[in-house]
């Protein structure tokens, strides 16, 4: 090899900075599914492809215009977080799991990867927000659908800890390493600041900083571990003491 | 029959990737598919590509790091790189002109004839 990861990661971040503004970062990630929707659009105009490719085409550019929107409708949630009023209730984490895997079913199955939920003895509640839970854990999800293989579901897991005072949902992944240094990159803008992320590039650095801030807005945060074979994605929670009173 | 030219499309969105296949297997070329670097390495080592056609940014190592692979060796060096990416205005000549990259298309503009032209001329 002619250059170290150093210096090739250097080079891409020269590219395409973490630094860059909101704006720009936002622009960059509605321009990935836009460039896609586009060229899967101009595939249909060709004579050559035949009825079952056709509509193969069509359900891509459904599923790939439903993701760019959740994107931009939790873009849009975001700003509106500190205006709006939002009930905190007990909610069951394994159960919001189970739904949210049952959202990406189609997503994933098109792209002929599979998502699971992790089986969970016992009861737990976490107080948050269900539709602000629901849309950390789809982001978790989306941006983890690209680094799955077809033998390796993608999991989502629930799991008490903190001896039952919070809750952590993740999402589990598997592909190539993402290096140290992008890694460690990565953790330090994680949830605070929209960033470009070079080395899991089908994934969302702006949905995960959307991700920050509602889980924020729950008084929980958001983190993420490196694996040998790919990453967890995760946010903590508050564990609800509902059931301790029962 | 003369054995046809070899396309190895590097790209972690396969659906954008089919599409171009499919575009470059009508205009006569056979096609193969890595998602990311390293597959691309194992890719260029058994099928040695024609031409390659490079996404920028790539799960886990990114195109640099293919590129920096080429060039380390004598006989892949020559084989012209064609980039297609979301980031081409972000991408100046300096950077990327000592890795044998032919041309940058920008996926947000770029038309599958674009794509075959490009090809034809990395060919010449």
Request: proline share 4%; net charge negative.
């Amino acid at each position: 090899m002619k250059g170290s990861e150093g210096q090739t990661n250097n080079q891409v971040g020269g590219l395409l900075s973490s630094d860059l503004p909101f704006l720009v970062t936002a622009a960059h990630e509605l321009k990935s599914p836009l460039a896609l929707v586009r060229q899967l659009a101009l595939g249909l105009e060709s004579a050559e492809v035949d009825t079952a490719t056709r509509e193969r085409i069509l359900r891509q550019i459904v599923l790939t215009s439903e993701r760019a929107l959740r994107l931009t409708t939790d873009l849009s949630r975001s700003s509106r977080l500190e205006n709006s009023m939002f009930d905190l209730e007990p909610i069951n984490p394994q159960q919001l799991c189970e739904d949210v895997a049952h959202e990406l079913t189609p997503l994933y199955a098109a792209r002929g990867r599979k998502i699971q939920v992790a089986s969970h003895r016992g009861s737990m509640l976490v107080v948050a927000n269900y539709d602000l839970l629901r849309r950390i854990i789809l982001n978790f999800g989306d941006n983890a659908l690209h680094y799955s293989n077809g033998s390796e579901p993608v999991e989502l897991r629930a799991r008490v800890y903190e001896k039952g005072r919070r809750v952590r949902l993740g999402v589990r992944d598997y592909g190539p390493a993402v290096p140290v240094n992008a890694w460690r990159r990565l953790r330090q803008h994680l949830g605070t600041d929209a960033q470009v992320l070079h080395s899991r590039p089908q994934s969302s650095g702006l949905g995960l900083y959307v991700a920050g801030q509602f889980a924020q807005a729950m008084h929980g945060e958001i983190g993420a571990t490196r694996h040998r074979d790919g990453a967890t994605f995760y946010v903590d929670i508050d564990a609800s003491t509902q059931l301790k009173l029962l | 029959m003369t054995k046809k030219q070899t396309i190895l499309i590097v790209e972690d969105d396969d659906w954008l990737a089919e599409q171009y296949g499919r575009v470059l297997n009508e205009a006569g070329y056979a096609v193969e598919f890595a998602p990311h670097a390293l597959a691309a390495m194992d890719a260029v080592d058994t099928v040695r590509p024609d031409v390659i056609l490079l996404d920028l940014l790539l799960a886990g190592p990114n195109a640099f790091t293919l590129l920096h692979e080429l060039q380390s060796h004598t006989d892949l060096a020559s084989i012209p790189v064609i980039m297609c990416t979301n980031s081409a205005d972000h991408i100046a000549d300096e950077d990327i002109s000592a890795y044998g990259v032919r041309q940058v298309l920008d996926k947000a503009t770029v038309l599958p004839e674009d794509i075959v032209a490009a090809v034809k001329r990395a060919l010449l």
